[in-house]
């Protein structure tokens, strides 16, 4: 029976203790930015430790090469870093070409003064 219930238990896979990987890293880093800027608040604390332990996750499954588990907890830790606004397009900074395209057309800025075209039949 206790070993019915020990397999119950286990994890989906084992999260090593150790130096932390590339994403751990930088998740950790974006807190601390985040941090610097105002930008979380105290009641953020329980998301930001989800963010740390699915950022684990992820770099154990890219260290495993267990692709399932990577695109999974690489899915869960993209939206706890969007619900915390520590990705570039919920704080609203990616760049929209086309935006930015069709703004241009509205104003344009022309080198200075176009000459007038001639207009009609050449002589």
């Known amino acids: 029976m206790a070993e019915r219930r020990r397999r ?7 999260m090593p203790p150790g130096r932390k990987g590339r994403v751990e890293r930088a998740v950790d880093a974006a807190i601390i930015a985040a941090r610097s800027d105002g930008v979380l608040a105290e009641v ?11 950022a684990r996750g992820v770099d154990v499954a890219e260290a495993g090469q267990d692709v399932w588990a990577l695109a999974r ?7 706890t870093l969007q619900r915390l606004r520590l990705d570039p397009v919920s704080r609203g900074v990616q760049t929209d070409d086309v935006k930015d395209f069709l703004a241009a057309l509205a104003h344009p800025n022309g080198a200075g003064p176009s000459s007038p075209a001639p207009v ?3 002589p």
């Open 8 to 14: 119950d238990t286990q994890a989906l896979f084992d």
């Open 44 to 54: 953020d604390v329980a998301a930001l430790t989800l963010a740390r332990a699915q």
């Open 73 to 79: 907890i690489g899915a869960e830790l993209r939206e």
């Open 120 to 122: 009609g039949d050449g």
